[in-house]
C-alpha cells in the first residue's frame, strides 16, 4: 500500500519534470519526449498525484503533448447539417 510520503515524492518529481518541460517548451530542447514519457510513467503509477497539480502545471504539460505530438486538441464540437430524407427531397433540391 502507497503511502502518502510516497505521494508527496511522487507529487515533488512530477513538479520537478513539469518545470522542465516548461523550460523544454521554450526553448525547444531535444529532452522533451523524456520528460513527457517519464511524467506519464509517474502520474500512471500513481493517478492520484494528478489531483494535487495546479491548473497551470496540467496546461504545461497539455503544451508539452501538443508541442510533441504535433495535434490540437479540440475546443468545440462541430455540428454537420442534418440531411433532407429521401422522401422529403424535390427535383428543386437536386
Known amino acids: 500500500m502507497e503511502t502518502s510520503s510516497s505521494s508527496s515524492n511522487q507529487a515533488y518529481e ?3 519534470k513539469l518545470a522542465q ?25 500513481d493517478p492520484d498525484v494528478v489531483s494535487i497539480l495546479t491548473e497551470e502545471e ?3 504539460l497539455v503544451q508539452g503533448l501538443k508541442k510533441q505530438t504535433a495535434t490540437e ?3 468545440s ?11 422529403k427531397m424535390t427535383l428543386d433540391d437536386l
Request: charged content about 25%.
Open 58 to 60: 496540467c496546461s504545461i
Open 77 to 87: 464540437v462541430t455540428k454537420k447539417k442534418p440531411k433532407k430524407a429521401l422522401s
Open 14 to 16: 512530477v513538479r520537478e
Open 21 to 45: 518541460l516548461e523550460q523544454s517548451l521554450l526553448q525547444a530542447t531535444p529532452n522533451m519526449p523524456t520528460l513527457l514519457r517519464d511524467i506519464h510513467r509517474t502520474l500512471k503509477a
Open 73 to 75: 486538441i479540440a475546443t
